[in-house]
């Protein structure tokens, strides 16, 4: 896989300001961590809801990743249920769900702008090997307003690298447990990670972060700068 430098200028739009448009600051939460390939399935947490491109399924989903890959028998509303602020939802919104290599997509039929998500998990999803879920349970998910797409393939700038202050930034990769460092070209902000095991989103939050230009480093190397 080909490292990327892509440098992101994340443009935060002040409440009721919207001719004053400030270089800004996205800051990710995620951590590398090893696939469980023996014994049951392990939910690897960080679900994420965001606007999904490139592969299918694309549009509104909600990635929830799992240590290996899950049996497709075992999901469905009643073992994978949608509330929010703790109403299921799903027969509002959910049409479907995906499955690749270790990760279900919910497909929605649009966008669920809350941050009161959450996918209940039960005990009854089970892997290929027929081993039930260790950690179910009610699990919360980060809603992304926005989604900016890096493919380090082909290394290229996200077509809408802005965001609104205070908002929680989707970046998309190519790959699953991708590593990512952003650096802060104007002051001392320093971070690093992974999207984490079969996950292809890291989630930067905006608040809390100094104005100023930051690089997001995509699989750790310094090729090419946007």
Do not use: C
């Not at 493919?151 to 077509?159: H, K, L």
């Amino acid at each position: 896989m080909t490292g990327t430098n892509t440098k992101v200028r994340a443009v935060f739009l002040a409440a009721l300001m919207v001719l004053s448009v400030f270089a800004g600051t996205i800051a990710f939460a995620g951590g590398a961590a090893a696939a469980n390939l023996s014994g049951p399935p392990d939910y690897e947490g960080n679900a994420v809801h965001y606007d999904k491109a490139g592969n299918a399924p694309t549009g509104p989903v909600i990635e929830v990743p799992f240590s290996e890959d899950i049996k497709q028998s075992t999901v469905d509303n009643s073992t994978m249920t949608l509330l929010d602020d703790g109403d299921e939802v799903y027969e509002d919104y959910v049409t479907g769900f995906t499955f690749d290599s270790g990760t279900v997509y919910i497909e929605l039929n649009q966008v669920v702008a809350s941050n009161d998500l959450e996918v209940e998990l039960s005990s009854n999803i089970q892997d290929t090997d027929d081993e039930n879920l260790t950690n179910p349970g009610t699990k919360s998910v980060v809603f992304a307003s926005q989604t900016l797409k890096f493919n380090e393939n082909t290394p290229s700038a996200p077509n809408n690298a802005s965001a609104y202050q205070g908002s929680t930034v989707a970046v998309q990769t190519a790959g699953k447990n991708v590593d990512v460092t952003v650096v802060g070209e104007d002051n001392n902000y320093f971070s690093e990670g992974s999207t984490g095991v079969n996950s292809s989103v890291y989630t930067f939050n905006t608040a809390n972060r100094d104005i100023g230009e930051y690089k997001v480093y995509i699989d750790g190397n310094d090729q090419t700068n946007y």
